[in-house]
């Protein structure tokens, strides 16, 4: 586990000189450009004076200041926010729109994930500044696009696994359709965001214009039905949910054993066979119903079942052990303390600690999974408090003290020195 000191420290990485303004709020657009901030870009995030980023509301639970007392920091909020300088502007009103202009000047790319049209009314569309700035990459993560009938819509990450397809293919067979544990389509909406403006900006190397990359988390949902997508597009047939199995491969799912669950992926003839002779069951590969890939497939329920009385016949351990040993894919299935724990994830830095004002010991954050052998992730400014770094960053873009303290005045922009505590996290 990394522990790392919340220090200005320089910005090293891949996209290290890289500036990024930052609107988004929630998951998507957050967890895009702290990927971006993990790798070496400045980001300066601009929260609502006050309340800030929605998500330091989404709690408990909370960052412990110590063992058993709360701080002010939700969990969600850190989650996605590291890496990052806050400055509190209000672009509601003309002064707070300048302050963005000024920023701008020194960006290279605006990432927003609003409601299409939201930052139009505010003369903040990628179309009203592009001629000012047309060298920015302005990226937009939405629920729907910046096009078709669907885009002045709202949308939540449960909405779009309802309409993309995911939610009708996950669950039971004969249960309810199911969401997925995780918010995936605000996060891979995220990543694809990352990609696109990435692309973007190896375009603007070659021509030296910006472009407006358009994200719908609905279009990535889509993407990602891959396989199972084109299960659908080759027969045009509804697929029936197979719970935690595979539509395509069998066995490929929970086992039952004598003292729990475990996950077998016997995916070819040559591990089936395998998997077979460690559990003594050699008698089923001379049965028609088992001794090919489509067989098994196609007599999915029967296969399913007389296999679980085979796993049932020795613990979990065991069958790991086993198959391991016999190079049979199989895993154990682990709770959040378990991974977390897992010497493989702790040694692939996937736990970091850092410092955060407030709280008595370091911090633990999910670390990057971005591994580079010349230009490494670094870790630089703990998820911050709002507004925390308005002087700073306006400073930098040219503003005095004074002309600071009247647009606080103003109400265009919050400083720290301002802003109450008890609302810094609000």
Same mark, same amino acid.
């Given at each position: 586990?990394?522990?790392?000191?919340?220090?200005?420290?320089?910005?090293?990485?891949?996209?290290?000189?890289?500036?990024?303004?930052?609107?988004?709020?929630?998951?998507?657009?957050?967890?895009?450009?702290?990927?971006?901030?993990?790798?070496?870009?400045?980001?300066?995030?601009?929260?609502?004076?006050?309340?800030?980023?929605?998500?330091?509301?989404?709690?408990?639970?909370?960052?412990?200041?110590?063992?058993?007392?709360?701080?002010?920091?939700?969990?969600?909020?850190?989650?996605?926010?590291?890496?990052?300088?806050?400055?509190?502007?209000?672009?509601?009103?003309?002064?707070?729109?300048?302050?963005?202009? =000024?920023?701008?000047?020194?960006?290279?790319?605006?990432?927003?994930?609003?409601?299409?049209?939201?930052? !139009?009314?505010?003369?903040?569309?990628?179309?009203?500044?592009?001629?000012?700035?047309?060298?920015?990459?302005?990226?937009?993560?939405?629920?729907?696009?910046?096009?078709?009938?669907?885009?002045?819509?709202?949308?939540?990450?449960?909405?779009?696994?309802?309409?993309?397809?995911?939610?009708?293919?996950?669950?039971?067979?004969?249960?309810?359709?199911?969401?997925?544990?995780?918010?995936?389509?605000?996060?891979?909406?995220?990543?694809?965001?990352?990609?696109?403006?990435?692309?973007?900006?190896?375009?603007?190397?070659?021509?030296?214009?910006?472009?407006?990359?358009?994200?719908?988390?609905?279009?990535?949902?889509?993407?990602?039905?891959?396989?199972?997508?084109?299960?659908?597009? !080759?027969?045009?047939?509804?697929?029936?949910?197979?719970?935690?199995?595979?539509?395509?491969?069998?066995?490929?799912?929970?086992?039952?054993?004598?003292?729990?669950?475990?996950?077998?992926? !016997?995916?070819?003839?040559?591990?089936?066979?395998?998997?077979?002779?460690?559990?003594?069951?050699?008698?089923?590969?001379?049965?028609?119903?088992?001794?090919?890939?489509?067989?098994?497939?196609?007599? =999915?329920?029967?296969?399913?079942?007389?296999?679980?009385?085979?796993?049932?016949?020795?613990?979990?351990?065991?069958?790991?052990?086993?198959?391991?040993?016999?190079?049979?894919?199989?895993?154990?299935?682990?709770?959040?303390?378990?991974?977390?724990?897992?010497?493989?994830?702790? !040694?692939?830095?996937?736990?970091?600690?850092?410092?955060?004002?407030?709280?008595?010991?370091?911090?633990?954050?999910?670390?990057?999974?971005?591994?580079?052998?010349?230009?490494?992730?670094?870790?630089?400014?703990?998820?911050?408090?709002?507004?925390?770094?308005?002087?700073?960053?306006?400073?930098?873009?040219?503003?005095?003290?004074?002309?600071?303290?009247?647009?606080?005045?103003?109400?265009?922009?919050?400083?720290?020195?301002?802003?109450?505590?008890?609302?810094?996290?609000?």
């Amino acid at each position: 586990m990394s522990s790392l000191p919340s220090a200005d420290l320089p910005a090293t990485g891949p996209l290290a000189g890289l500036r990024v303004l930052d609107l988004a709020r929630i998951l998507a657009g957050p967890s895009a450009t702290m990927l971006m901030g993990d790798m070496g870009a400045t980001i300066v995030k601009i929260e609502r004076p006050g309340g800030g980023d929605d998500t330091r509301r989404y709690a408990p639970p909370y960052i412990q200041k110590k063992q058993g007392e709360d701080s002010d920091l939700a969990a969600y909020f850190a989650s996605c926010n590291r890496n990052k300088q806050s400055v509190a502007v209000n672009y509601t009103k003309p002064e707070g729109q300048a302050v963005l202009h =000024r920023l701008l000047e020194k960006s290279d790319v605006l990432v927003e994930n609003f409601k299409t049209g939201t930052l !139009a009314k505010y003369g903040l569309s990628y179309d009203q500044l592009k001629e000012k700035h047309p060298g920015l990459v302005y990226c937009s993560i939405t629920g729907f696009g910046h096009t078709g009938p669907y885009s002045k819509r709202p949308a939540y990450d449960m909405l779009v696994q309802a309409m993309g397809g995911s939610m009708s293919i996950t669950g039971e067979p004969d249960g309810e359709p199911m969401k997925m544990g995780l918010s995936m389509f605000d996060l891979t909406a995220g990543l694809h965001a990352v990609i696109g403006i990435l692309a973007a900006l190896e375009n603007k190397r070659l021509t030296g214009l910006g472009q407006h990359v358009d994200v719908a988390m609905l279009d990535v949902s889509v993407a990602l039905l891959q396989n199972q997508g084109m299960n659908y597009l !080759a027969k045009m047939q509804r697929q029936a949910r197979v719970g935690n199995s595979h539509p395509n491969v069998v066995p490929y799912q929970v086992m039952k054993s004598k003292d729990g669950h475990f996950i077998l992926t !016997a995916s070819n003839n040559e591990q089936f066979d395998r998997f077979c002779k460690v559990g003594h069951a050699e008698d089923l590969l001379e049965d028609e119903r088992f001794n090919t890939m489509k067989a098994r497939v196609v007599n =999915r329920v029967h296969v399913t079942e007389v296999l679980n009385n085979v796993t049932r016949r020795h613990t979990t351990a065991w069958w790991l052990e086993q198959l391991e040993r016999e190079n049979v894919g199989c895993a154990p299935i682990l709770h959040l303390d378990e991974v977390f724990a897992d010497p493989h994830v702790q !040694a692939r830095n996937m736990e970091i600690k850092m410092d955060v004002p407030g709280c008595e010991e370091p911090v633990s954050l999910i670390g990057s999974p971005m591994k580079f052998s010349e230009t490494p992730v670094n870790y630089r400014w703990p998820p911050p408090r709002v507004g925390e770094h308005t002087d700073k960053i306006l400073a930098e873009a040219g503003y005095s003290p004074a002309e600071v303290t009247e647009l606080c005045n103003l109400g265009a922009v919050d400083s720290l020195k301002k802003v109450p505590q008890s609302a810094v996290r609000a």
